[in-house]
Nanobody
Framework: QVQLVESGGGLVQAGGSLRLSCAAS????????MGWFRQAPGKEREFVAA???????YYADSVKGRFTAPRDTAKNTVYLQMNSLKPEDTAVYYC??????????????????WGQGTQVTVSS
């Protein structure tokens, strides 16, 4: 019902910027949240950022002030703009969709559809 297509991963030097995108179909942006998660080797998947209906945004403490998650409703696309990147940001990044407004924003098990993941590598 909901399909997500990601793009934008790559290699960047510390202090640089990268922009990920996730195109969604099947539901309007006002009917579900769009979130970003990341997973490093040997680590559990962790919350990064999300935007809910009404454009309420949420960010993990580790990325607050550096990352933003702008949403383009006309294109059914959410972005993850990553600035001031650090080596510890290296991970596979996933976008995810939540069908309704009542799920917990930060919990990956409360999201209903996932993108394929894209590798982000930050070098010193």
């Amino acid at each position: 019902q909901v399909q997500l297509v990601e793009s934008g991963g790559g290699l960047v030097q510390a202090g640089g910027s990268l922009r990920l995108s996730c195109a969604a179909s099947g539901r309007t942006f006002s009917s579900y949240a769009m979130g970003w998660f990341r997973q490093a080797p040997g680590k559990e998947r962790e919350f990064v950022a999300a935007v809910r209906s009404g454009d309420n945004t949420y960010y993990a403490d580790s990325v607050k002030g550096r990352f933003t998650a702008p949403r383009d409703t006309a294109k059914n696309t959410v972005y993850l703009q990553m600035n001031s990147l650090k080596p510890e940001d290296t991970a596979v990044y996933y976008c995810a969709a939540q069908l309704g407004p009542y799920g917990v924003t930060y919990r990956p098990d409360h999201y209903d559809a996932w993108g394929q993941g894209t590798q982000v590598t930050v070098s010193s």
